[in-house]
């Protein structure tokens, strides 16, 4: 069912499966693959299935559960060539990209996709990755001060003839990119996206990003973030960025399906993986002064999933599942970025037994008494 004129749709995004070892670090059998062709296959499918976004993801070298791995950028071109409609954002980070470099290479993937190219910039918690190529690790707070002077350094290439910066990590001495990328009605340039859960990430996404990610996170975590990043934009005089959530779906015909589901995952963890990945993103956590770094609290079992999918509670039926999307959609989640065991099958299936059910929903809600979830 549509939902009706001036009724803002939740969105959907699924994370691209171009590292190996799929969306869970366990040995569960998961029928998905990292591989070029299948990505293409599902592309297609999730476009035509209701969803409006894909996030390539990104790491430089093996590690942790992904031995291989395809790079971000050449991946979501070659995902735009193979679509209509589907918006693919590349995941990049501040340090190993030079800003008017990417720039660059993002007007003509728009101009190429008729303007569906976007950007994830990853601040970095992954220090391994850095200090093999020889670059300098920064302290946390550092790092997203970087990928700020970054974003703003980005949107005024993008949108600018005669670009200048002096900053502490930037300069632009009257730089000038053409074309620019398309100026749609939809937005002005490509779509930045940021993810992080800390305070310095809640803060910058308020100044600077159009889109803020967050792992995964029940409703309380959810309206204390949005409630953050809007008192920043509101201190920067700015229009404050959608809001993103991260979560892993997993929709059964039955309730106990689903539980069991989750059950084998965690029991079939790959325990060292595991461990080796709690080891490098807590350490790189830590270094935030409140505490509030991602993946801080979470528990072995959050990080069988990676960005604390199972902790959004997207699993049970298609019934409970699309009654729990349009709860957070009422705190104010724009998107949520999805991640599945057996892709192909479930993004199917998400398309023909949840999207219609959260479409209905949407769509009473819009004929009923308005109710502001999110003050």
Known sequence: MPVPPGSDPVRFAYWVPNVSGGLVTSTIEQRTDWGYDYNRELAVLAENSGFDYALSQVRYMASYGAEYQHESTSFSLALLLATQRLKVIAAVHPGLWHPGVLAKLGATADHLSNGRFAVNVVSGWFKGEFTALGEPWLEHDERYRRSEEFIRALRQIWTEDHAE??????????????????????????????????????????????????????????????????????????????????????????????????????????????????????????????????????AFEDLVQYNDGFRTGLIGTPEQIAERIVAYKRLGVDLFLLGFLHYLEEVEYFGKRVLPLVRELEAREAESEPVDARV
């Not at 889109?211 to 509101?234: C, L, M, P």
């Open 165 to 298: 910066l002096a900053g502490d990590f930037y300069r632009l001495r009257d730089f000038s990119l053409k074309p620019k990328p398309l100026n749609t009605p939809e937005r002005p340039h490509p779509e930045i996206f940021q993810g992080g859960n800390s305070t310095a990430a809640r803060a910058m996404a308020g100044r600077v990003s159009d889109w803020y990610f967050s792992n995964g996170k029940d409703f309380d975590g959810v309206t204390e973030q949005i409630h953050d990043v809007r008192a920043s934009a509101a201190r920067a005089g700015r229009r404050p960025p959608k809001f993103g959530l991260n979560g892993f779906l997993i929709a059964r015909d039955t309730e106990a399906e689903a539980r069991d589901t989750l059950r084998e995952i965690v029991a079939k963890a790959d325990t060292p993986a595991v461990h080796g990945f709690r080891d490098a993103v807590q350490q790189a956590g830590r270094s935030t002064a409140d505490g509030k770094g991602m993946w801080q609290d979470s």
